[in-house]
């Protein structure tokens, strides 16, 4: 079989050919070889083979049972690094943490060799003699040939590199006509490599994906190229303190309670730890962070906010919060709680999940932020809403029209990879 | 002023005439001298002459800015209970504790005398030589006689009185005869006290709100007299651990996650620590507090819970909660909470947002359970629903419809405003 | 070769010829075959190989270092069991649930299959036709052929077997002639299994230990005849919430603070969470955990204690303690502590430094309970000392001083084994 | 009765004639006027009355019943501050916080203003004009005119007073003549508040403590003017976080255990939590918070500490601590700590008890650093002993030892007063 992925038969969380009728899909990593990406590719292979259930995916709930989306084993993967760590040792490494289930790695073993061979170079800012536009247009052709490769219908970058530090703003963020002289200009190197691949994705005519707080879709001359051509959404994958902070400020607003301050210390280590290490790189992070209490809660609230490299504790991140309200006649209430988990376990579903949605969305002919993807996000693109539960509604209801939507509209053609490609144009 | 609670100019989040045309409103409350109550009566006063905000009621956020509902002036508090402990005295000794501040005690305390005055003798199973039958109507006419005195156009029953043992079964509690039989026996003593009360607010006609687990009104036969006379609405306030579980259980499901067990410690003092203390007592309390997750989650959940007397942390409650979940790849997810306030602070706002929202209910000729006051609720009547954000959705639809159609409707027949204004003198 | 577990070079943590002068030294395990038993197979064979460090071990840091006592490698393994899982197989289990690293189980594979040879079926109350006092014979029969088997010095009895429920008062655990009666009569069970291992290794002439609460040693009859024949100490080993709680305890006093109330609640899956579950068994436990904190801060602490069986967290026992405590002017102070660990982890390297201990006692003609081993236990036998930081100063007095007493006295002779035994007769 | 203070009849933690037969000390609070120096005074007008028990003092337990002290009611408080918020008023203002008890408040209010009167204008660095010597000499003439005032046989002067931002070294605080001239010059400001303070003890012959983490007598050149005159103790008071962890980091130590990661973070708010928002100030104190860490536990353990200041807290110091350890064959322990209590009603205590304590060390004629006091500090001087247990021990040896000296000593001349102002000059 001439197919990188396609090992398994249909299964519960697999194809249903009755319902997604444009095939298989393409899901390209930015930062293919990391700890979450390695874990997207490994649990791809094991849900879309059957061997593991598709537990920790919004997907997968009966919520969304009857809406058209590519299987799991419809999923087909590849991407961009920086690094050249073969994908398997990546896997193994991640086993032998005790993060991924060892033989489950063993199991997909084939499949991550396959897919390493989808993995082309990434782009670093700086490095080599490429025209910020020559990267762009590199990056672009990269993912045209895998969707030609694999005949896919749509593909799906999502990007879950390594944090950025924030660029200082700049006259070409905000004017085309500047951005467009730099990109051409050999010398010049005006966008962080982010924003290089969010263009890429762009030319390229894929639908997006941010999972990371870094600057890339959010440079007002990048954002309006995306207008009208693609759907995306972002920002920050919202997987632990986050989500619960967005979970439980909501009851203290519907009980009238009034919260003081919320405090919170995060602790992991693995790469992601060494990266937030570096005060530059935390800082988007941070203000990704708090940026949803403040929209839930007010900005009075006083908010400390700590994330500490504890390279013993691996990918393990812990994070303790405290909360502080006044409640009926002043008095206080105190909450505190300790969540504790493998990060890497808790994004790779959702980089599934937004692999899913998003054909869906691009099946349809949306374009622009897709707000009723916040539910995935620190800070949902295109939306203000923070409070998790009005978050699933809006997913439900979003994914319910559009399925409804998708499943009336007409099959993508045999042809389709070619006709996407000129559309991409 | 002759009046017994108006002492305030309109404030806020007190009166307002152009939307609630009804008058003033009666909260009769079963344990009218225990702590909860207390610390409603002393809220209500402060809250009734502006003295403190509305903080931690639910009624008075910007979600229900529209409603008609009387202001927490225009409450007039009653009750009944078996103790003697003055009103004031008991409101002294709870600031004593740290819970209340000591200010605003010693600000209310003619309001206290005052309400201290309407408290009657409630009814003890077993004691005296009343038939159940006749208790039912002593109750009953102490509730109507309150009414009459200050020309209330509702009353809003609420039971805040210890919990009971859960009464073994018996054919009383099915057979509408043989129950009408068994109370007119002075030899038999056929149902618990919390049933003899909820029987006089349905013979009073006045609205009905269960705050603790006890069996009262869900014996079928008493149930059965409620239906089509009375808008009510249970059971067991929904304050500390269970509020914080029925937040955080949604978010699991939302993610596709499947929760392993949820084990839970309490630790509390004061009266209600020591009711608990009692094994037969916390049966009940247990119960409810597991019903919520069980509907969540399933009924694979392992779930131990514990309630502790440890009378030296007084009202402060404290719960610890510990979550073990199963993520993507079967990964572990861990999460604990640990909770802590005062529980009467917790619970009398509760208590003042469900006589606003009944006296709502009574005013468009509401009948029988109120699902959207499920909220409320460790054990919601009428209602499957447990996620907390859902039911406030819920209540926020219930309330906005209900509004309507109170503001749309007459005002009160019985009881014109002259004619109150006139009594209230 | 025909040793059982000999195959490692001396290490750091191995043997020190010049220093311990007694040769190899037996650890007959009862309960042989389970997860603490496993675990302790495992690590005796890893540390005696020099393929782990001997972490978590109190007689290996620095302290301790001038002791005699045998090597690690010099430890010799066999045990009494009622299952018969082999012990490779139950390791591998162990290693499937990560708590033993996959790699060393699968290194010392040769040392568990030939560890497993030694081991013999144990005693079962009720089954069989044996009397208890030929089940005694039986078992110390199965140690003395261990010892010969091994030329061993000394033999050292652990019981880490499944707690027992505590049994009723009778007169045979009071008068020495009944209990010799009631030994002999095929008829009579007087005595927990417990109590039958105990009276095996006193029979046997082995050090012995009790790491589990059962009553075996502590039964008056018992006990008598095990002083002045062989060193023994005990009882329950301190390992996780209770070792923290005498930890705690301490400082609490030392600043003059008065304790009021000290809540715990255990969670705990695996073999021993099973047990527990069943009120009867945790009975005991309960009662020895809360021994030491009665101790150390008199009997009106409000102590509740819990301990839940909650499979899916393994043998992860996780405990929170909520600690209120009254200060300066009465000023509340409030500790949580949250201990999360693989229990078996943290019970393992304690048998093996009970073992060494142990055998230091016996080498020095020690006999009757050791006191100064109390540091191991929750509920230590001759001593009333729980604090920990007292405990272990004790603990070191004590090595010091009979490490120099061993020292100076002449080597164990070649025939050992031999003299031994009689002496055990 | 001319005297400030003895209201009180002799009560258990009071005088004891036939012990201590050397008649009222004077305790010299620089930074009278703040949250501890206030708390101090309050606790010893309480306890010295007899209205409170003497909870949460070291001194007051059993093991130091026979040690000869001043009672609490033999104390004199006077003092330095830089603000003028008068006594009474600081401390019905805490007790408005609900951190001191009102009605003790109440109670000692003649006690607070008298010891009011005894408060005298601080040093302010680079405010006023006169040179750095002289401030030294107008505070020691204060501390002095204190002595005669009340005829004290000893002052302990303790600092209390905000943290400082550690200065910059220089040269003046290594030779002892560049500091004599800078002294004098009227244009020079060399030494920190914390510096004169001490000096101000020094020249007063005052025995000396330092309960902030601020330079003052760690400049060389200042502790070599104290050396051989005074008994001096520091440095920064161990009261919450700190104490648990000497506490703890121990029990793993001996138990093999190897601490791989002791993560805090610190909440609270108040004059402190104020005080140490400044990231300047809060160095000097997470540096001295970090000592004992790495001195217990080695250098390689990552210890990431913050502190935040969260207002709506108050006093309340809320310290989570996650400690991460490795054990037996790798595996891992988690401890959590969550330490919640008034900060200010821990330390007040303990600068009653360095009253009575260095009142015994000048008693005897104890010059230099005071090791024994090491328990009392995080930053012990003279001391590497950190473990919280071993530093209990050396306590109550030293006190044993040091009363029995001060016992068999002659009881102080009736001018002791005049020959020891005498021998400070
Ligand atoms: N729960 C979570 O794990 C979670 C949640 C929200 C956001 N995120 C974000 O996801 C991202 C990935 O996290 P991770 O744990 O996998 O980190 P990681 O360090 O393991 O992986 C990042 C990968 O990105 C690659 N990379 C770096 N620069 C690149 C470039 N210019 N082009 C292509 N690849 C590049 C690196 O080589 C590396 O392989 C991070 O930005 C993290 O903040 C993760
Ligand atoms: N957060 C909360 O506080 C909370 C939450 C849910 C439910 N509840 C329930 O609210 C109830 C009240 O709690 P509390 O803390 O005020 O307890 P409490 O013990 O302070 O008060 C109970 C009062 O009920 C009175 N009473 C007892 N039997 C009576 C009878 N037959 N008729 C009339 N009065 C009677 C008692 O005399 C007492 O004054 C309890 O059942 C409790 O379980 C409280
Ligand atoms: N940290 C700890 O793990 C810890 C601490 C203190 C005490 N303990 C005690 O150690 C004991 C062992 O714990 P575990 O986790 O290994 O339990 P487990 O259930 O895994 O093992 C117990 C073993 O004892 C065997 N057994 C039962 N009855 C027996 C009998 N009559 N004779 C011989 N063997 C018998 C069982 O077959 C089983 O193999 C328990 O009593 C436990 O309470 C453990
Ligand atoms: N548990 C504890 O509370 C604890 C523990 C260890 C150390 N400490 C230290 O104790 C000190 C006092 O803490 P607090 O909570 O009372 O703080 P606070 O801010 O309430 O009081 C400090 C007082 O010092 C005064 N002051 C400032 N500069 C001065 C100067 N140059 N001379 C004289 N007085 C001066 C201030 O005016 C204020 O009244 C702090 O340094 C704190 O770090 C406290
Ligand atoms: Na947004
Ligand atoms: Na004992």
Redesign the interface.
């Known amino acids: 079989m001439d197919t990188a992925l396609s090992t398994s038969p249909a299964t519960d969380a697999g194809s249903d050919g009755a319902r997604w009728n444009r095939g298989r899909v393409g899901l390209w990593l930015i930062g293919a070889r990391g700890s979450v990406a390695t874990?997207a590719a490994?649990?791809a292979l094991?849900l879309g083979a059957g061997r593991?259930p598709?537990?920790?995916?919004?997907?997968?709930?009966p919520a969304m049972r009857d809406v058209p989306m590519p299987g799991f084993d419809q999923l087909v993967i590849g991407g961009h690094d920086v690094t050249t760590t073969p994908l398997p040792a990546r896997a193994r490494s991640l086993a032998d943490t005790?993060?991924?289930?060892?033989e489950?790695v063993a199991a997909v073993h084939d499949g991550l060799v396959r897919t390493d061979a989808e993995l082309r170079p990434g782009y670093v800012a700086g490095a080599g003699r490429e025209s910020q536009g020559e990267a762009v247009r590199r990056l672009a052709a990269d993912i045209l040939a895998f969707r030609e490769r694999h005949l896919l219908a749509h593909v799906v970058v999502v990007d879950v590199s390594s944090t950025e530090p924030l660029p200082a703003d700049r006259l070409e963020f905000h004017d085309d006509e500047l951005l467009a002289r730099a990109l051409e200009d050999p010398a010049a190197s005006v966008l962080p490599a982010s924003a290089i691949a969010a263009l890429a994705a762009i030319e390229s005519g894929s639908a997006y994906a941010c999972f990371t707080p870094s600057a890339g879709m959010t440079i007002p001359t990048v954002r309006r190229r995306a207008e009208g051509r693609i759907p995306f959404a972002g920002q920050d994958g919202k997987t632990g303190e986050t989500?619960?902070r967005t979970?439980?400020a909501?009851?203290f607003?519907?009980?009238?309670?009034?919260v003081?301050?919320w405090?919170g210390?995060n602790?992991l280590g693995g790469g992601d730890g060494a990266t937030l290490a570096d005060p530059e790189a935390v800082r988007s992070k941070l203000a990704s962070k708090n940026r949803g209490l403040n929209r839930l809660l007010g900005d009075d609230v006083?908010a400390?906010l700590?994330i500490?490299?504890?390279?013993?504790?691996g990918d393990v991140k812990?994070a303790?919060d405290?909360v502080?309200a006044?409640?009926?006649?002043?008095?206080?209430?105190?909450?505190?709680?300790?969540?504790?988990?493998?990060d890497s376990?808790?994004a790779?579903?959702l980089v599934l999940d937004l692999a899913r949605l998003l054909s869906l969305a691009d099946a349809t002919g949306t374009t622009g932020a897709v707000p009723a993807l916040g539910?995935f996000f620190k800070d949902p693109w295109g939306s203000d809403v923070h409070?998790?539960?009005?978050q699933?509604?809006a997913l439900h209801a979003w994914a319910a029209e559009t399925g409804m939507r998708a499943a009336t509209a007409a099959p993508a053609e045999s042809a389709s990879s070619e006709l996407r490609i000129g559309a991409a144009r």
Request: proline share 6%; hydrophobic share 45%; charged share 10%.
């Open positions: 874990t490994v649990g094991a593991a598709a537990t920790g995916c919004t997907t997968a709930g005790g993060m991924l289930p060892a489950l989500l619960l979970v439980l909501p009851m607003t519907a009980r009238g309670m009034r003081r301050s405090a210390t602790l006083v400390p700590h500490d490299n504890v390279p013993d504790l812990t303790w405290h502080s006044e409640g009926f006649l002043g008095s206080r209430i105190t909450l505190q709680t300790t969540w504790s988990a493998h376990m808790l790779a579903p539910v409070a998790f539960a009005d699933t509604t």
